[in-house]
């Protein structure tokens, strides 16, 4: 279609300018309307004697027509508008944590040794220089910028820097992206490059590094607990993750902020995970820093990854324990005599015996009633309920509820222990059955007997449980299950509940779901249940007298009493699930806050302040549960693996609580991954770009300096479609017609 330009002006960096989008047809048809138009006008005047008024109607009339005609060739006014800057040119490179690994050789040639390798910002570290675009100055602004700097929990974002770049840099003409495109945060690059593809924005990407790992053997993570006991042996999990082509038997070394130094030999499988762990048995108490060192591999290429640190906190701890039973059956003396001879144990029993007067006692390990009220029950971290249940002199209905708040709120642990007096059936009408892990055979309460001793077979499940863990290894530690003493008396278990996890079943006996669970463990609100199906665990000591017996009974008490004593004060407790938490994970935080009575406090204001090793701190509100427990709640996710410092605040009390907790995790950010040189050869595509080696810098230059100048921005008005257009021709045809009912036409 014909353009026609009537006429144009121009103004500093702008050109305004009339249009017409006409054809042969549409201007005849519009030359000849004129035409006709003017014929008549001039008859129509001639016939009225020339008078002046019609004259003037008629030259009215004309006007319309003209305007008509105008109108049917579409008139356009065209504003052009030329940016009156320099376009600009934004090159950004990628300054994270993963562009330090070292995996460039300085020369083409292969077989170039570990030592003379170069990090991947090393290598680019030339095209960061202002100096290098310099030849761009006369026609773009070249503007450089980093983009993903190293931050403590931050990935790097390929996305947001795309899409942000036409709105930082004015006229932008096109981007160089210099990067290793190991995006592991945001949206997908790819989104940002079809948007500039449509600005008409080509991105020229550089990769750096390496698409194939390296050899490397990399210590993943270092899970330490929270803290544990002086004297105690204390399992620390670690990961280590090679690329080595082949397996590799290596010793890793552990080493304590006071000297101390265990040693493991570990075996690494070949391209992929090893999940080990080590043992070290503190001396003494104090905050101490483990430091767990993987030795450098002849094929291993990075070895910045092969130390990690955990802080762990050692106490020396007296958890309490209660243990209440009805008669003193051989098992009930035996548990007793290993809690009280545990230094890290103060033990308080309650023995019943039914039909006499009086309870039963001896020395200073017994107490003569059961605790009278909240205050006082709060105090044990683990209660054992033997043969006993609700009957006059025994257990009552509100203390069964008190012992079930115990568990459910303050994290206390509590150990079902029945036996063949049947008397724990009578808890199945309390509110104790829904901790309960196992569904018991009511037809049965007495249980079952034999002459043939039973015996216990650990499921996968207590194989890797800490409960059952009798010797250091698990091969040993199988071993050592199947050679216990067996066990002459059984509970009347039918199957365990839904949610429970069961340890160890009967060897030999089966029903119709499944050989009868005899250890189950479950969690219930913010405590530990486990179910011991038998009374036999005191015949553990034949042969080798205390050393199994002892050794399970005090893994179980401190198994149930360690999230409780996360951190503790004099009127504050402070405990956290999961107790090893990774980063991004959600964190529950729970509260126990008493009053300076010792009363717990029903409502108030709680807080923690949470510092993260990076120094950034952040303030969480705790909601009361509003029960009696003094229970208050809150969540919390980190962002930052490492040490994070919490305190503890209650306004109420004025009280205050300062602790610590260590969050796990491997950073998204790390050295030693292959680059991903396809995500960004996919964005030049996309754009229109260029995928260009680093060496080739002045082939970049170049590529840059020949892009086409932007585009002027223009603005058309179509005229012949504006309702002002068509307002005016409305008011002159009104004006018209007005016109000749005043001169008497009408």
Not at 68 to 86: G, H, L, S, T, Y
Not at 706 to 724: A, D, G, K, T, Y
Request: proline share 7%; hydrophobic share 40%.
């Amino acid at each position: 279609m014909p353009i026609a330009f009537i006429s144009f002006l121009v103004v500093m960096n702008s050109t305004r300018s009339l249009t017409f989008l006409w054809t042969p047809g549409s201007l005849a048809v519009s030359v000849i309307a004129v035409l006709v138009a003017t014929g008549f006008c001039w008859a129509a005047w001639r016939r009225s004697g020339y008078r002046p008024s019609l004259g003037m109607l008629e030259v009215l009339r004309l006007v319309i027509v003209v305007l008509a005609a105008v109108m049917f060739n579409q008139p356009e006014w065209v504003e052009e508008f030329r940016p009156d800057e320099k376009p600009s040119i934004a090159v950004l490179w990628d300054d994270s944590t993963s562009m330090g690994t070292k995996d460039i050789s300085p020369s083409s040639s292969p077989g170039t040794p570990n030592s003379s390798l170069m990090t991947r910002k090393e290598a680019i570290a030339g095209m960061t220089e202002a100096a290098v675009w310099v030849k761009l100055n006369e026609k773009m602004n070249v503007v450089i910028q980093p983009f993903a700097s190293p931050q403590p929990g931050r990935g790097t974002d390929l996305h947001e820097p795309l899409a942000e770049a036409p709105e930082k840099f004015k006229n932008l003409l096109g981007v160089v992206l210099i990067s290793d495109g190991d995006w592991n945060e945001g949206l997908p690059p790819v989104q940002a490059a079809s948007r500039l593809r449509l600005k008409g924005v080509p991105v020229f990407t550089v990769p750096v590094g390496s698409p194939i790992r390296l050899p490397d053997l990399e210590l993943l993570s270092l899970d330490a607990p929270t803290f544990g006991i002086a004297g105690k042996s204390v399992r620390i999990p670690f990961a280590i993750e090679s690329s080595l082509p082949r397996e590799t038997t290596t010793t890793v070394t552990l080493k304590t902020s006071d000297g101390d130094e265990v040693t493991k030999e570990v075996r690494i499988a070949a391209m992929g995970r090893t999940s080990e762990s080590i043992t070290w048995k503190p001396k003494t108490t104090g905050d101490f820093t483990l430091t767990l060192d993987v030795p450098k591999h002849s094929d291993e290429t990075l070895i910045d990854n092969n130390k990690l640190t955990a802080p762990i906190v050692i106490r020396e701890e007296k958890l309490k324990v209660l243990v209440v039973e009805s008669y003193p059956r051989w098992e009930y003396r035996y548990l007793r005599n290993a809690l009280s001879r545990d230094p890290g144990v103060e033990v308080s029993c309650l023995l019943f015996h039914p039909g006499l007067s009086k309870v039963g006692g001896g020395n200073k390990d017994y107490i003569k009633q059961f605790p009278s009220g909240l205050d006082e029950l709060s105090k044990f971290d683990v209660v054992f309920l033997g043969d006993v249940g609700i009957d006059d002199g025994q257990l009552t209905q509100e203390q069964c509820r008190l012992l079930k708040g115990l568990v459910e709120h303050q994290a206390s642990g509590l150990v079902f222990m029945p036996g063949m007096q049947g008397r724990q059936f009578s808890l199945l009408d309390t509110e104790l059955d829904d901790l309960n892990p196992v569904v018991l055979d009511e037809g049965q309460p007495s249980g079952w007997g034999s002459r043939t001793p039973g015996h216990f077979e650990l499921m996968e499940l207590g194989r890797r449980s800490l409960l059952t863990k009798l010797a250091d290894t698990t091969d040993d530690n199988m071993e050592v299950w199947e050679d216990l003493p067996g066990f002459q008396w059984y509970a009347p278990v039918v199957k365990a509940k839904a949610g429970s996890e069961v340890l160890a079943v009967h060897k030999d006996i089966t029903n119709e779901y499944g050989r009868l669970p005899l250890l189950v463990t479950r969690t219930f609100g913010a405590g530990k249940v486990l179910f011991m199906g038998t009374d036999g665990a005191w015949r553990w000591r034949k042969g080798v007298e205390d050393k199994y017996h002892y050794r399970f009974w005090g893994q179980v008490v401190r198994w149930m009493a360690y999230q409780r004593n996360m951190a503790k004060g004099e009127t504050m407790r402070l405990y956290y699930s999961p107790d090893q938490p990774q980063m991004r994970q959600t964190l529950a935080l729970h509260a126990n806050v008493m009053e300076r009575s010792g009363e717990p406090l029903a409502k108030g204001d709680v807080t923690a302040r949470i510092v993260a090793p990076s120094g950034k701190a952040e303030t969480v509100r705790f909601i009361s549960a509003g029960d009696e427990w003094g229970v208050f709640h809150s969540r919390f996710a980190a962002e930052e693996p490492g040490k994070h410092e919490v305190t503890l605040l209650c306004k109420q009390t004025n009280s205050t609580l300062e602790t610590s907790f260590f969050v796990q995790g491997v950073a998204a950010e790390r050295v030693g991954k292959p680059a991903r040189p396809e995500v960004l050869e996919e964005i030049a595509r996309v754009t229109r770009g260029k995928v260009l080696e680093p060496s080739k810098v002045q082939e970049i230059v170049q590529s840059l300096a020949n892009l086409p100048e932007p585009l002027p921005s223009i603005r058309r008005v179509q005229l012949w479609s504006h309702p002002v257009y068509a307002g005016l021709l409305v008011l002159l045809l009104g004006v018209f017609w007005v016109g000749r009912k005043v001169i008497g036409l009408i």
